[in-house]
């Protein structure tokens, strides 16, 4: 689903070069679920951001479903980063004045969904990452960082992207609210075949993790992997 191939990112900083992504290759297929630790500052926002096509490599591609995203003009990165992304990403980049649920009927306005079931399905996601309804109406810059966070998976989840780029997902949750979006992303992965890379440092999340990965001095190396037990019949 998605192929890196030797993937280099630098930064000037004074008359330093840093390379916090140094030639980091992988490969997932459609519907894993995967993690990312690494010590802060390690590159793992940086490596998302060049996934998501936020931001461009030093060299090095990122092939989605066949697609070089090197080769694409800035117009196509735009629809591939609004079509096929979800981010879930620690600046959480939801408008401050706006309602939680239109912040997360934004999304489907891009993608041309009419207005009656973009606020119906706004709504039932929020439900999913479990925000009190009284607060699908209140201003994001009145939520609590915790709130806000369920409301940029939701938002990640609004147009049904083939690729989910997560931060830090459940950074700012309580134990039990985290555990919520664990269950919620392995699902998606699972059921609806989403493919789901998490930078994450919450063990139990790491822990549900199809593929496990540290990203050190720029390389990306495989912790381990293992067949996901399979969900109990019901
Ligand atoms: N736009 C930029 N310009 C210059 N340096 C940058 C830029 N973005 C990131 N860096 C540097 O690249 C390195 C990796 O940063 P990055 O944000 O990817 O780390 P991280 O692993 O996500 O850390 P954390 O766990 O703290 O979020 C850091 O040294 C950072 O200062
Ligand atoms: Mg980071």
Redesign the pocket.
Same mark, same amino acid.
């Given at each position: 689903m998605i192929e890196v191939k030797d993937l280099v990112r630098q930064?000037?900083?004074g008359d330093r070069t840093?390379k916090?992504v140094n030639g980091v290759s992988f490969e997932l297929g459609k519907g894993t679920l995967a993690s990312i630790v $690494? #010590? @802060?500052? @390690? $590159? #793992? @926002?940086?490596?998302l951001s060049l996934l998501g096509a936020l931001d461009k490599p030093t060299s090095g591609d990122v092939i989605v479903d066949g697609v070089s995203l090197a080769a694409l003009p800035d117009t196509k990165l735009t629809e591939y980063r609004r079509r096929d992304i979800g981010f879930v990403f620690?600046q959480f980049n939801l408008i401050p004045n706006l309602s939680a649920v239109d912040n997360v009927m934004l999304p489907m306005e891009f993608a041309g969904v009419r207005k009656a079931a973009r606020s119906a399905r706004a709504k039932e996601l929020l439900e999913q990452v479990q925000l009190d309804p009284e607060k699908h109406g209140r201003r994001i810059n009145r939520l609590s960082g915790g709130e806000q966070q369920r409301v940029a998976i939701a938002r990640a989840l609004a147009n049904e992207p083939k690729l989910i780029l997560a931060?830090?997902p459940t950074g700012n949750l309580d134990e039990q609210t985290g555990e919520h979006i664990i269950a919620l992303l392995s699902s998606l992965s699972r059921d609806h075949n989403t493919t789901i890379l998490v930078?994450t440092h919450d063990r139990s999340l790491a822990n549900k993790a199809d593929r496990r990965f540290r990203?050190q001095q720029g390389r990306l190396s495989e912790e381990a992997s293992r067949q996901r037990v399979a969900a109990p019949a019901s």
């Open positions: 930064f000037k900083s840093i916090p $690494g #010590k @802060s500052g @390690s $590159g #793992k @926002s940086t490596l620690q931060d830090e930078v990203l």
